[in-house]
Antibody
Framework: EVQLVESGGGLVQPGRSLRLSCAAS????????MHWVRQAPGKGLEWVSG????????GYGDSVKGRFTISRDNARNSLYLQMNSLRVEDTAFYYC??????????????WGQGTPVTVSS | SYELTQPPSVSVSPGQTASITCSGD??????ASWYQQKPGQSPILVIY???KRPSGIPERFSGSNSGNTATLTISGTQAMDEADYYC?????????FGGGTKLTVL
């Protein structure tokens, strides 16, 4: 069974940094792209970032470009999201999501339970 | 930037057919996926590559995509299908979600 477990969320002040992690199990992690998707309270889904199987192709949503960095460690079956210069509007539930193929633009299938991030002074 | 537009809400009676649309420029030339999200839960994939169902998704869920519109159809809608539904596609290196549609079964 595919499992994705996020960690690292919490309360952080505007302008500060936070690093999210996602531990994957139940499948061959290095064969698939990965994504971060967020959902602000009471709002819809917003794609944050995606990374291909070998980190050779990476994409970001416009609202986080230049502030967030996605990375992965295939040896550790882990996905990361480094979030810098956080803003109040980054407050959301952040989901780790498995891609459907090696390339991140083929969509996604299995979602983690998410980790909450609150940006507030 | 590329946008996908969904109706905010759709209502359907139990046992009837629900259709949820997703509109985007030349969407029919891209693949569309659909996700179901119930309150307090993570989304689950119900349709990928326009019309394919993942294992475990009931046959009453189907999808199509042509022109500028992708459609999620739920035949014989059940009370358990009440949820938010999101379409998703891809354009120029960016994954895009629609704004979501709240399906009410009443």
């Amino acid at each position: 069974e595919v499992q994705l477990v996020e960690s690292g969320g919490g309360l952080v002040q505007p302008g500060r940094s936070l690093r999210l992690s996602c531990a994957a199990s139940g499948y061959t992690f290095e064969d698939y792209a990965m994504h971060w998707v967020r959902q602000a309270p009471g709002k819809g889904l917003e794609w944050v970032s995606g990374i291909s199987w070998n980190s050779g192709s990476i994409g970001y949503g416009d609202s986080v470009k230049g502030r967030f960095t996605i990375s992965r460690d295939n040896a550790r079956n882990s996905l990361y999201l480094q979030m810098n210069s956080l803003r109040v509007e980054d407050t959301a539930f952040y989901y780790c999501v498995k891609g459907r193929s090696a390339a991140y633009y083929y969509g996604m299938d299995v979602w983690g339970q998410g980790t909450p991030v609150t940006v507030s002074s | 930037s590329y946008e996908l537009t969904q109706p905010p809400s759709v209502s359907v009676s139990p046992g009837q057919t629900a259709s949820i649309t997703c509109s985007g420029d030349k969407l029919g030339n891209k693949y569309a996926s659909w996700y179901q999200q119930k309150p307090g839960q993570s989304p689950i994939l119900v349709i990928y590559q326009d019309s394919k169902r993942p294992s475990g998704i009931p046959e009453r869920f189907s999808g199509s995509n042509s022109g500028n519109t992708a459609t999620l159809t739920i035949s014989g809608t059940q009370a358990m299908d009440e949820a938010d539904y999101y379409c998703q596609s891809w354009d120029s290196g960016t994954v895009v979600f629609g704004g979501g549609t709240k399906l009410t079964v009443l």
